[in-house]
């Protein structure tokens, strides 16, 4: 269906929200932003700031960083629908309604999204997915701190 735009999903939603509760707790103009992400070298006209606001149009992941750049927080708080309690359902693309904490974990590489895996190989499988090489190795030196006699290090 060429030319059909889709809609936005949950996690659109999620990101368009916090835009704009983001940008609104800092008093912040569209204008400012506008210029902010001038000088990051990721323009967004203010039409297209207040398009992304009404959900008229989709962020891609480079704007996601560089908004996240400019609001002065991380990619996942613009990711991570805002929740007042861990317990709190909240829906992301794909999936279907997980608590805020749930969803926590899975975004910054605790645990897996449908929650923790039956054997200690299959979350060392799954970390090992989504974390990069160096903070594996910190993880198994600190292990290997913790518990020498485990590694004959004693």
């Given at each position: 269906?060429?030319?059909?735009?889709?809609?936005?999903?949950?996690?659109?939603?999620?990101?368009?929200?916090?835009?704009?509760?983001?940008?609104?707790?800092?008093?912040?103009?569209?204008?400012e932003v506008t210029r902010r992400l001038t000088e990051a070298g990721r323009a967004i006209p203010e039409l297209g700031l207040r398009n992304i606001e009404r959900g008229q149009r989709k962020v891609d992941v480079d704007e996601l960083v560089a908004l996240a750049q400019v609001l002065g927080v991380a990619p996942i708080t613009l990711l991570m629908p805002y929740t007042e309690q861990s317990t709190d359902?909240?829906?992301?693309?794909?999936?279907?309604?997980?608590?805020?904490?749930?969803?926590?974990?899975?975004?910054?590489?605790?645990?897996?999204?449908?929650?923790?895996?039956?054997?200690?190989?299959?979350?060392?499988?799954?970390?090992m997915r989504c974390r990069p090489l160096w903070q594996i190795e910190s993880l198994?030196?600190?292990?290997?701190?913790?518990n020498p006699s485990d590694y004959g290090d004693d």
């Open positions: 269906m060429a030319g059909r735009k889709s809609s936005i999903g949950p996690t659109g939603e999620a990101v368009r929200a916090n835009i704009i509760r983001i940008r609104e707790g800092q008093n912040l103009s569209y204008a359902s909240v829906h992301l693309t794909g999936s279907r309604g997980v608590t805020s904490a749930r969803l926590w974990e899975w975004l910054t590489a605790e645990t897996p999204l449908g929650g923790h895996p039956e054997t200690s190989a299959e979350l060392w499988e799954w970390l198994l030196s600190d292990l290997r701190h913790e």
